[in-house]
């Protein structure tokens, strides 16, 4: 099953960790990211630095500092006291190879025997990405419900439209077929007027040919 396989790697950097891969709802489709891609497409919806997770907003623009290079927001109370509001870099940003998370020793996971150590700041990172997630997935909850209302609306005024274009089509055909049986009937009437003087002329008719021979 290589497909099943491909669900396990994160859907960012590739690694394979299972374990420890979220499901988010990340620019309008659902991934499977690990801790680090989340913190690094989630930018201003953690502190970079304590890595606390915001519930709902960043702080208050007096209480924060957004990084100089990214939408990236840090408490102000976390920012080293050199860093003004226009100088602050998130560690992202002043360091490409940074990593949120990282995980050392074995990282075989055998069942009940994990001999993994992560740090604090690991953990906090982990915690983090988990929280951002989750409130990612009750947003694309909150889409999915709107989205499947609007399908059920969509599917009542298809069904509604089929049922009056049925409606219409037997309407049409009974007026046709009344019409059709009018025309029938006239035409009967009048072939049967017809008839009468057919028969006269082809008695008359008769008449020529034998007379012609
Ligand atoms: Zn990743
Ligand atoms: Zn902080
Ligand atoms: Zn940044």
């Known amino acids: 099953m290589k497909q099943q396989h491909q669900s396990f790697d994160c859907g ?11 499901n988010v709802r990340h620019r309008g489709s ?7 891609c989340i913190l690094k497409t989630h930018q201003g919806h953690f502190c970079p630095i304590c890595l606390h997770a915001y519930d709902t907003s960043p ?4 209480a924060r500092l957004t990084c100089a290079k990214c939408p990236s927001v840090c408490h102000l109370s976390c920012a080293t006291s050199s860093s003004s509001s226009s100088s602050f870099v998130c560690p992202p940003c002043l360091n490409p190879n940074f990593t949120f998370f990282e995980v050392n020793g074995d990282t075989q996971m055998d069942a009940g025997d994990d001999k993994r150590a992560m740090d604090l700041g690991s953990a906090k990172a982990l915690v983090a990405a988990a929280k951002i997630a989750a409130s990612s997935m009750i947003k694309a909850a909150a889409v999915a419900r709107v989205e499947a209302e609007r399908r059920v609306k969509e599917a009542t005024l298809a069904k509604k439209r089929a049922r009056e274009a049925l409606e219409r089509l037997l309407y049409l055909a009974a007026k046709e077929k009344e019409r059709d049986s009018k025309k029938v009937k006239s035409t009967n009437d009048k072939r049967g007027g017809d008839k009468s003087s057919n028969g006269l002329y082809s008695r008359q008719g008769s008449n020529h040919g034998g007379a012609g021979n």
């Open 12 to 22: 960012g950097c590739g690694s394979n960790d299972r374990f420890l891969l979220h």
């Open 30 to 36: 659902y991934r499977r990211l690990c801790t680090n």
């Open 59 to 62: 702080p208050p623009s007096h």
